[in-house]
């Protein structure tokens, strides 16, 4: 078969070469770009021919898909997959492999280091220093103690979740469906309304689809207590950031601290949580690290081997 990995996935050359050094043996073509492209013409070029290809987080387009002569499979170096034509993959009876659990860890890790850059005001510490200021008034609150609302407790959330309690926190948490494990972890489940309200720090952990966006809506920030903390490391459009900015600019929020936002950045200059108050920004990077580059990558790759030994794994669609 013809496989080819459309872009770069965070690990060395020689990691690719190592992870693909079995399909070559057994007779298959492999290709490897090492650039990025969100081209149209020049992604539909490196798919052509190709019965498997890999991408990340690359934009996957339906007219791509619909150009695919011979593409059979896409493993997804990445989770979601709305970046992705499935409809069009749909239609065309093309398999989408994803690599669901390689970000677990680190996505929520970045959640616990936002929680604290906020409770202890980290970004005015910074400017208060390089303006030759004080720490006077900044000294902040703690995770101990505080009700931290999950919603969305799936992995990635419940791992955020079993962080926050190592911290001393209480934590509840809103899900469509109950784990008997988090249930035994101490974890309450309440309504979503109830979560909003009776959070101090709400960490958002849901996937992206048409029930889910713009599901933290101006009325849901509303029920939100005015010195809580909005985190959210899943998915832009979940939150209504027009709303989540507005809210801010009149002090009915105390803090938001967003990795993912409407678009991929770079952000432009007028977008409006740019502008906010009591704001920590971060450039999508909530699911990077070196350590969860190798796992996606291991991945990526398992599913290709997977499905050419006929026992396809982390099938999405």
Same mark, same amino acid.
């Not at 599901?215 to 950031?241: Q, T, V, W, Y």
């Given at each position: 078969?013809?496989?080819?990995? /459309? +872009? @770069?996935?965070?690990?060395?050359?020689?990691?690719?070469? +190592?992870?693909?050094?079995?399909?070559? +043996? %057994?007779?298959?073509?492999?290709?490897? &770009?090492?650039?990025?492209?969100?081209?149209?013409?020049? $992604? *539909?070029?490196?798919?052509?021919?190709?019965?498997?290809?890999?991408? #990340?987080?690359?934009?996957? @387009? #339906?007219?791509?898909?619909?150009? %695919?002569?011979?593409? *059979?499979?896409?493993?997804?170096? !990445?989770?979601?997959?709305?970046?992705?034509?499935?409809?069009?993959?749909?239609?065309?009876?093309?398999?989408?492999?994803?690599?669901?659990?390689?970000?677990?860890?680190?996505?929520?890790?970045?959640?616990?280091?936002?929680?604290?850059?906020?409770?202890?005001?980290?970004?005015?510490?910074?400017?208060?220093?390089?303006?030759?200021?004080?720490?006077? =008034?900044?000294?902040?609150?703690?995770?101990?103690?505080?009700?931290?609302?999950?919603?969305?407790?799936?992995?990635?959330?419940?791992?955020?979740?079993?962080?926050?309690?190592? !911290? =001393?926190?209480?934590?509840? %948490? &809103?899900?469509?469906?109950?784990?008997?494990?988090?249930?035994? /972890?101490?974890?309450?489940?309440?309504? $979503?309304?109830?979560?909003?309200?009776?959070?101090?720090?709400?960490?958002?952990?849901?996937?992206?689809?048409?029930?889910?966006? =713009?599901?933290?809506?101006?009325?849901?920030?509303?029920?939100?207590?005015?010195?809580?903390? $909005?985190?959210?490391?899943?998915?832009?459009?979940?939150?209504?950031?027009?709303?989540?900015?507005?809210?801010?600019?009149?002090?009915?929020?105390?803090? %938001?601290?967003?990795?993912?936002?409407?678009?991929?950045?770079?952000?432009?200059?007028? &977008?409006?949580?740019?502008?906010? @108050?009591?704001?920590?920004?971060? @450039?999508?990077?909530?699911?990077?690290? +070196?350590?969860?580059?190798?796992?996606?990558? *291991?991945?990526?790759?398992?599913?290709?081997?997977? &499905?050419?030994?006929?026992?396809?794994?982390?099938?999405?669609?």
């Amino acid at each position: 078969m013809k496989i080819s990995l /459309l +872009e @770069p996935i965070g690990v060395p050359v020689s990691t690719i070469e +190592e992870l693909s050094k079995d399909m070559v +043996e %057994a007779g298959h073509e492999f290709t490897y &770009y090492d650039t990025k492209t969100t081209d149209v013409e020049e $992604l *539909k070029k490196r798919t052509e021919g190709q019965d498997i290809v890999m991408i #990340a987080n690359n934009p996957y @387009p #339906a007219e791509v898909v619909k150009s %695919a002569d011979a593409l *059979k499979m896409i493993s997804v170096a !990445f989770t979601g997959i709305d970046h992705i034509g499935v409809a069009a993959c749909n239609e065309k009876d093309i398999m989408i492999c994803n690599a669901a659990g390689y970000s677990n860890q680190t996505v929520a890790e970045l959640s616990i280091g936002m929680a604290i850059a906020a409770l202890r005001n980290l970004v005015e510490a910074d400017r208060r220093v390089r303006n030759q200021e004080t720490s006077a =008034g900044i000294g902040g609150r703690e995770i101990a103690g505080r009700t931290v609302g999950i919603v969305g407790l799936g992995k990635i959330g419940l791992t955020t979740a079993k962080l926050f309690q190592a !911290f =001393g926190a209480r934590v509840i %948490a &809103y899900n469509r469906s109950e784990s008997e494990e988090a249930k035994a /972890l101490g974890i309450e489940y309440k309504s $979503l309304d109830e979560v909003l309200s009776m959070s101090d720090i709400i960490s958002i952990h849901l996937p992206l689809n048409d029930n889910t966006r =713009g599901f933290i809506s101006a009325d849901k920030i509303a029920l939100m207590k005015k010195d809580a903390i $909005l985190i959210n490391c899943a998915r832009g459009p979940i939150i209504d950031n027009a709303a989540l900015a507005e809210a801010l600019k009149k002090g009915e929020l105390g803090y %938001a601290c967003i990795d993912v936002f409407d678009m991929e950045p770079p952000i432009p200059a007028d &977008y409006p949580l740019l502008n906010c @108050p009591n704001t920590f920004l971060a @450039p999508h990077q909530g699911f990077i690290s +070196e350590e969860s580059m190798l796992r996606r990558a *291991k991945i990526v790759f398992d599913n290709v081997y997977a &499905y050419l030994d006929g026992n396809p794994v982390n099938v999405c669609k």
